[in-house]
């Protein structure tokens, strides 16, 4: 970060020294912009309103009737430091004014990412200042992807824990039946470490959050449309896919990987459960025979496949309720067929994926 500031901070020298044309212009907020992200603690707030406000004027040069959505863009970041420094200077009304002005220009740019982290800072100084009803609307996006979240990752840990737990404990048993008959029992280890891995612990999470959480969105979605509750946004001018569908999406494409993770681990410890049982095997054999049958890459490759379940799950459950009737019998097709598209289709996706292991040599 120390590098990068100081080569912000050298190039913006330069650039000052050479004659003002539109684009040094633009140039010069680009470079004072990145070099206010890149130093934002270690730059006292004074300097940062003078670099802004610096920034401010040379956009403002620029005619308006010349302004691009970048040129909106640009003029909401200033906006967002400008305010960010004036409320280190516990100046919350003034950060406010900064913020509602860059989310206008926000708006403008259709920069959708930078345009939710202006309504995140419009509802926090409005909470900071009591006014509690007035920053509800504003925040609400950001609770809504932490309550998809909460929904998506903790309460799905019973269930992703109880069936990958007897997947493993399954695998163990059948292996130790056979493998057993020819003095082999130390590989029910690598049977079930592989099995796991490779295949089962994100086949079957992303089967359970099809039918638990992408059926659960399909009829959410669906009942918001027989209620006319989607018409109501798209008549405000609320993006329904920025407001509804990318935080479910987001919120399975974050936690998936991470319930692979938890799965594995369930799985492969089911798979010790039953071996100590069965087998004339030892603890310390077992987890050693577990660490050189499982490499890294192995968890790698599940890491990104659940990443793409995740995502095909979360789209397709969402454009199913999207595109559902306004009945209530409605609502049930919506989340039947979203729970039978995400099975299939990681099913399918899992095929592809063997494939491509096969191709790269994993």
């Not at 345009?115 to 925040?139: A, C, D, H, M």
């Not at 998506?152 to 057993?180: D, H, S």
């Not at 082999?184 to 994100?202: N, Q, W």
Request: hydrophobic content about 55%.
């Amino acid at each position: 970060m120390v590098d990068a500031r100081k080569y912000y901070a050298e190039a913006l020298d330069e650039l000052r020294a050479l004659p003002s044309t539109e684009d040094r212009r633009r140039t010069r907020v680009d470079v004072a912009v990145k070099l206010v992200t890149v130093s934002w603690y270690s730059v006292p707030p004074a300097e940062t309103l003078t670099l802004m406000q610096e920034a401010q004027a040379l956009i403002e040069s620029i005619d308006v009737l010349h302004w691009t959505p970048a040129d909106h863009g640009r003029a909401a970041s200033i906006s967002l430091f400008h305010g960010r420094g004036i409320y280190a200077l516990s100046r919350t009304g003034e950060a406010l004014s900064s913020y509602r002005k860059g989310l206008e220009l926000a708006t403008l740019s259709g920069d959708a990412s930078l345009t939710s982290l202006l309504k995140v800072s419009v509802g926090q100084s409005l909470t900071i200042l009591g006014r509690f009803n007035e920053s509800l609307p504003y925040l609400k996006e950001a609770v809504d992807l932490l309550a998809n979240i909460r929904d998506a990752g903790p309460q799905a840990l019973a269930i992703v824990g109880v069936v990958n737990f007897l997947i493993g404990a399954i695998l163990a048993f059948v292996g130790a039946v056979q493998l057993r008959k020819f003095a082999a029992d130390i590989f029910v280890a690598d049977l079930v470490g592989l099995a796991v891995v490779r295949e089962m612990a994100a086949v079957m999470t992303a089967i359970i959050m099809a039918g638990r959480t992408g059926g659960a969105y399909a009829a959410r979605i669906a009942t918001m449309r027989g209620n006319e509750e989607l018409d109501a946004l798209e008549v405000v001018g609320i993006p329904v896919t920025d407001y509804i569908v990318l935080p479910s999406v987001l919120a399975l494409a974050f936690t998936m990987p991470l319930l692979y993770l938890y799965g594995c681990l369930v799985g492969m410890l089911g798979g010790f459960v039953v071996s100590i049982a069965m087998l004339n095997i030892t603890t310390l054999g077992y987890l050693h025979q577990t660490l050189d049958a499982v490499p890294l890459d192995q968890f790698v490759f599940g890491f990104v496949k659940t990443f793409a379940f995740a995502v095909m799950i979360g789209l397709t459950s969402c454009r199913i309720g999207l595109v559902a009737g306004r009945s209530a019998a409605d609502v049930g097709v919506a989340a039947t067929r979203a729970v039978v598209v995400g099975i299939v289709g990681v099913i399918a996706m899992d095929a592809i994926f063997a494939v491509i292991a096969d191709v790269i040599g994993i």
